[in-house]
């Protein structure tokens, strides 16, 4: 075989061989285990260099870091071998999803074919054993799994825009240790009423808002929380709008208020380049001042506003498409704000009436009932996720402007006032980023 040139196609690497035991051991047809977990078929492997190249030979006895950033990898196995002989590959930069490997068995079976079938793989963060059997068998995978739970970079926030006796551009970084910064001065038309959510995997956006008029401009984050000038607006200039994370990458913004009494419940989805669509018709009840977060890692949730105190809810897939109404649990609000948390989960909290209750979010999208308010009770105020898995409450009204802050462990759970830190404000909003 040489390449992926065959007189057949067999692609392999996306389930495992034979069969596995209830306890996730790799079995044989006989039930006989081979490999109880990587660290059992990895004993005795001599590991190597890190391979980098567009081809490579491997060595029986020999494990392999195959790095395929910059190029896929062609990897020949031995000419010959004998029972037992076992390699290991492993994906370096977890990137084989985009640059994969290609193995040529050089006359040799692979898993019972023959070397014109061929053999590739490409599953971001593989490790591959293969052990040789018999002339029949050929090279046989004895271990085939990717590992898809990698370390979570901490993530930091950013508050911004809002009313502060007038409306206002300021921002105010989130530290990965939940602590809010001074005032950063403020980039962009000064509005509030908007929303704005993550996108890109580690950038934001905030979108839409009230000057002396409804608008639909948005304003770009970079990954190190730098707010970008005004973007031309795309979509129906609105305020009172909300925006979640959605789908690994990109960004969701949806509802408002129009003009007079008028409200919609269009959407505008965020491209992973930070690109906002035009508009998605409307689903569910029209209405604005609500909220959002993400939830399950992937999908995300709006939930409450006006007019009227509403609890309803809307989830929307991972692929950015809203559902229809969800009857509310919970006391309906509005002027409140939403964060993720626990990596899958979300929570609303705060809002009209001057109120500090919480809504906790399921990984599934269900709402609970109200956990009793922690901190004090205000309207208007934003909230982000930060750090891995934590949120933040911060800003709003209780009457008069405030700019405490209430922190959101990673089980949801309210913590007390924080002291405020920079300008005082309400109406703006707040996404993760980093």
Known sequence: MSGIIGSKINIRGSGRIAKLGTDGQVLTSAGAGVAANYEDVAGGISWQAIETGSTMTAVAGEGYWVNTTSNACTITLPASASVGDTIIFADYDRTWGTNGIVIDSNGLNYQSDDDTFTVEYGTDGLALSITYMDATQGWVPTFDDAVTDVPVAPKQGIFGFGAAGGNTAVTNLVSTA???????????????????????????????????????????????????????????ARSGNAACAYGTDKGIFGYGWVTGSTYTAVTNLVSNAGVVATDTTGVGTVRGNLTAAEYGEDKGIFGFGGPGDLATTNLVSNTGVVGADVAGVGTGRTVLAGAAYGTDKGLFGFGSGYTGVTNLISNTGVVSTDTAAVGT?????????????????????????????????????????VAGVGTANQHGAACSFG
């Open 178 to 236: 939940g602590v809010i910064g001074t005032d950063v001065t403020g980039v962009g038309t000064a509005r509030q009423q908007l929303g704005a959510c993550e996108y890109g995997g580690d950038k934001g956006i905030f979108g839409y808002g009230y000057t002396a008029a409804n608008v639909n401009m948005s304003n770009l984050v970079s990954n190190a929380g730098v707010v970008a000038t005004d973007v031309t607006g795309v979509g129906t």
């Open 377 to 417: 009770a205000r309207s208007g105020l934003a909230a982000t996720q930060w750090g891995a898995d934590k949120a933040i409450f911060a800003f709003g009204t209780t009457g008069s402007l405030t700019a405490i802050s209430n922190l959101v462990s990673n089980t949801g759970v309210v913590a007390s006032d």
